[in-house]
């Protein structure tokens, strides 16, 4: 318990740093997260999508084909602390929807969708965000 508070106050301040970013450019998230290499890939339906790992896990951005704006992430969490900081963060800062999904209600009226998957068995844990 401990460890998890020392992670939670440690680790918070980054929590506001690596989000889902949607409606924004490449270049925008580029900017906001200058200090990380992204690697840049395509789907098969040639939709274009970035990705680097931040301190919670792995982050990948995709973006809309006409718009070229992001229209939905992942985060790909490593380390069960991790994802139990930020679980509770979400727990105090937005609506609970259910165990696993929250909602964020932004500024200019957007509603953020968080939706947690994970397997425990395989130890894999993602969170998805859209409007």
């Known amino acids: 318990m401990k460890r998890l508070l020392f992670l939670l106050i440690v680790f918070l301040p980054f929590l506001s740093s690596a989000q889902a970013h949607l409606g924004t450019t490449e270049k925008e998230i580029r900017d906001l997260h200058s200090e990380k290499t992204f690697k840049v ?4 339906d040639g939709e274009k999508y970035i990705s680097t790992f931040m301190i919670y896990g792995t982050f990948i951005y995709y973006f809309d084909k006409k718009t070229k704006l992001s229209n939905f992430c992942m985060q790909i969490v490593d380390e ?6 930020q679980v509770e963060t979400y727990n105090r800062k937005y609506v609970i929807v259910s165990d696993t999904e929250w909602k964020a209600y932004l500024k200019g009226g957007n509603i953020l969708k968080i939706n947690l998957t994970y397997n425990d068995e395989n130890k894999f844990y993602i969170f998805h965000y859209n409007e």
């Open 41 to 44: 890939e395509y789907n098969d």
């Open 80 to 85: 069960m602390p991790y994802l139990n900081g």
